[in-house]
């Protein structure tokens, strides 16, 4: 008699998942003040969850001065009543559960906000005993900043002096978004009990924002090139040990979290190596997912997109990884916007819904947004992000289901955008018609992902799992051309449930199932 084989185990949820990004402030108004909040979340939950995908990331709704519109944190373990409160935020999670929905928070752990009673006490004195747990240094021998580095936002260094004391704090972003000492035993612990207070809510993981930062080399040496940024280059071994800690709280719980890192740097590998170097028994893992952005930087052509798509699939195959995709997020243009037309962001969808990735959408893409232009008088962020931050329109008519004013203008034809206007409606139909076709076919989520070679102006690949084989070609020309496959078309950017007839029209993107 033959052994039973072992059954192999099952991918685990968050390789599975699709993750839908929900930008708090502008996604719906529970209570008409024109800032989105929890409670309009938590009406919209059961349109998430016809949408079909499986998660949220919650960009962060924590107690905040909203300098940085929530990335500047003065509690980690409240909700900021701008968008309601500690109740809310529990029928918030509840309710996604019911639906079958997992929720991710934002944690931002490199730095606090000023208001954080953290550096308040470390404003204090040298002495305090918050102090070290920020970075505070002595000025350079010329009175001016201890190192070359410049801050992210503003033409500033990232460093401010603090008068009183004589000494700069260091601050990667704002000067309201000081930087924490990770290398202070107790920061660490602190951080930890913020994860542990959430999970213990029952949250099914985080977003953790510019986690390569957070381990900084204590000699805080110049930048080699002169003046510039430090975002894209600190990648020091101390995170990776931090890693490992924020592991260990993590995996304690028995509902399988998650941590998904926002890592910013873009050499081969570079973000695998966040994921860590797991040994049999599990010990050495780090995150589970790193963001992949380059995706997000690829502009609408087949060299780049074939680029991009072998980069990203190499690099999973050569760091035993399991890769992400993204399209769009609250900081930079959203697709829409950057492809220039409804088809290309349409053909967009079908391509990001087909990659062996866990996939995440950011709020709106599915009602295929562009851009909201901002008035200069209109303009509230630092970082010159708001036009991919305008609120979602929920109604044809305005004020779209919002206050009669908003804290930022909608995208032109918003009407038209919404769930019932004609794009909306027909471009989240081919999204919730995707993200069901990719929940019923293991072969779109963890198929084998092999290129096809088709040159000129179309790319393709195909996913299989067993028998099950799909191919997906996608036209970045704008004129139609003959392709070589034969087969159904399952799911596509302009029609679909048609045998395909040989050429793709422009900008089109299908799903084939062989005949
Ligand atoms: O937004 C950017 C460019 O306009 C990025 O450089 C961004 O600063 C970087 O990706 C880090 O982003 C994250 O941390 C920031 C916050 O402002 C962003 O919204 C967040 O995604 C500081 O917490």
Redesign the pocket.
Known sequence: MSEPSAKPMPPPWWQEAVFYQIYPRSFADGNGDGVGDLAGIIDRVPYIAELGVDAIWL?PVFTSPMH??G??VSDYCDIDPVFGSLADMDRLIAECHDHGLRITL?W?P??TSIDHPWFVESLTSRDSPKRKWYVWRDPAPDGGPPNNWRA??GDMPAWTLDEASGQYYLH???PE?PDLNWHHPDVEEAMHDTLRFWLDRGVDGFRA??INLIGKDPGLADLPDGPG?A?TTIDEPATHRMLRGIRKVLDAYDHKPMMVG?V?LYRPGQTASYLGVVGPDGEGAELHLAFD?RATHARWDADRFGEVIDAIQGDSVEFDSWPTWTLS????RRHRQRYGSDGRARSAAVMLLTQRATPYLYAGEELCLPDATIPPDAVVD????DGCRAPIPWTEDAPFGWGESTWLPFVADAGLRSPDGVIGASTLALYRRLLHLRRNEPALRRGDQRRLELGGPVVGWTRTLGANEFDIVVNFGDIAVPVDLVGDIVEGSHRSGVAFDGVLQPDEAVILTRP
């Open positions: 960009s940085d519109f990335y500047d934002d931002v490199n730095h992210e936002f990667l972003f704002l978004q924002d510019v940024k975002l926002e910013c952005f997020n609250h900081d930079r630092p970082g010159g992000r």
